[in-house]
């Protein structure tokens, strides 16, 4: 997803695409659920810039750099790099994305430390 759109325009702007999403976000879901205000008691919605504030991610893009085969697995960013006992894990990595491929490339490389 490209998260440009979030970023511009004044707080206003903001508030009304995030309304926009969360309407058709509901919308949607109720093509699958019986949904109704009388049902929703509470929505919150969080955009890229909830996840830019609250984890630090850089404007709020999730899951790394975007997969595509030149990107993904043994194609993207190696553990290994050519600095001496520089290593890479987490989001966009190989194996990369989600907390299981982030935990796995982490896995990975203290294996390789650990069999030097
Ligand atoms: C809303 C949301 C929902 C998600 N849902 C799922 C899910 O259901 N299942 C799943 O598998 N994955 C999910 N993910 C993805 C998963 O959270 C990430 O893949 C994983 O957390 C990435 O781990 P990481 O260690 O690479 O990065 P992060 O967890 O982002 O850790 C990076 C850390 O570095 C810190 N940092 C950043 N810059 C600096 C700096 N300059 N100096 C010092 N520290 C810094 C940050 O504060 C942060 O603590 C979700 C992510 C989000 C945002």
Redesign the pocket.
């Known amino acids: 997803m490209n998260p440009t759109p979030w970023w511009q325009g004044d707080q206003a702007s903001y508030q009304a695409l995030k309304a926009k999403y969360t309407k058709e976000a509901i919308e949607h879901l109720a093509t699958y659920f019986h949904l109704n205000p009388e049902i929703i008691i509470y929505t919150e919605a ?1 955009t890229p810039r ?2 830019a504030r ?4 850089d404007r ?1 893009v ?3 750099i975007g997969q595509r085969i030149p990107t993904f697995g043994p194609f993207g960013f190696a553990n290994r790099t050519p600095i001496k006992n520089l290593w890479l ?5 190989h194996p ?7 935990s796995y ?2 896995l990975t490389v203290v294996r390789q430390i650990s069999e030097n």
Do not use: I, L, N, P
């Open positions: 969080a909830t996840f609250y984890t630090a991610r709020g999730v899951g790394g894990v987490g989001d966009s990595t990369g994305e989600g907390t299981a491929g982030v490339s982490a």
